[in-house]
């Protein structure tokens, strides 16, 4: 049985009071409202990770991702934060590959997969996005264009490491432009990439992998994206910083 997961991408947004403030109505709403056989996740910037990590501690369901890691262990990269860095602050999950990552800062499938085995080594459980441009989808190039992405980032992975993968499929047209998927585009890509995956590990490993939906995913059309076959959470931008709103995404299933 697949886990359903909600993971709220804060990006680059919240002061340190903001963030405490929301990690702790968060916390209290997910004691409260939340099934316990749904996995929430909050990736804060992670200047507050600690601290956000305190609002979660004792509850079961609730956990923190960072939104990003370095692909090397150590060194001399100033500014960066390694995979090793992260697990020793407590948290569980690692963001990798998001959209705005590979756009602005030029992430290759190449170094994602560095970064992959990394956060695996670290003990961190990856959240891999995959996505397409509205150019690609226009085109009619976009199934095979992220079949490719998860290729050259993960096929690498035994299937043991693959089994500690979560999946979270954007469609890049769908975030911030005011173009929303339908729920019958979303079930066709979730259940073409688990389709991919099957083809590398097997129907078992690709049945129990989670594939989030990370397309302007909000309190109004959660439900309905959640009811599709394949998809088994979402990756949760703007709506993640509104407790309420986020809350009742999660509440969705």
């Not at 939340?34 to 996995?39: A, G, H, L, W, Y």
Request: charged share 15%.
């Amino acid at each position: 049985m697949r886990k359903k997961i909600v993971a709220g991408n804060w990006k680059m947004n919240k002061t340190a009071e903001e963030a405490i403030a929301l990690a702790n109505e968060v916390a209290q709403l997910v004691k409260t409202e939340v099934s316990k056989d749904v996995q929430v996740i909050m990736a804060p910037p992670s200047l507050f990770i600690s601290e956000v990590n305190k609002a979660v501690s004792g509850i079961s369901n609730l956990a923190v991702s960072a939104q990003n890691c370095h692909e090397k262990s150590s060194g001399a990269y100033t500014g960066e934060i390694s995979a090793n860095m992260l697990a020793t602050s407590g948290i569980s999950y690692v963001i990798l590959g998001h959209s705005e990552r590979r756009q602005y800062f030029a992430e290759s499938n190449a170094q994602l997969a560095a970064k992959v085995d990394s956060a695996l080594a670290a003990g961190l459980t990856p959240i891999f996005c995959c996505g397409e441009s509205l150019d690609l989808r226009e085109g009619g190039e976009f199934l095979a264009f992220v079949a490719q992405q998860l290729t050259e980032s993960l096929f690498h992975l035994s299937a043991e490491d693959f089994a500690k993968v979560v999946i979270a499929y954007e469609p890049i047209w769908a975030i911030g432009t005011g173009l929303t998927a339908s729920s019958d585009q979303a079930q066709e890509m979730h259940a073409y990439l688990r389709g991919h995956l099957a083809t590398k590990y097997g129907q078992n490993a690709a049945d129990n992998c989670s594939i989030l939906y990370g397309g302007s995913c909000n309190a109004k059309n959660a439900q309905e994206l959640f009811a599709c076959a394949d998809v088994d959470g979402g990756l949760i931008g703007g709506a993640s910083l509104v407790a309420a709103d986020f809350i009742t995404i999660a509440t969705s299933f």
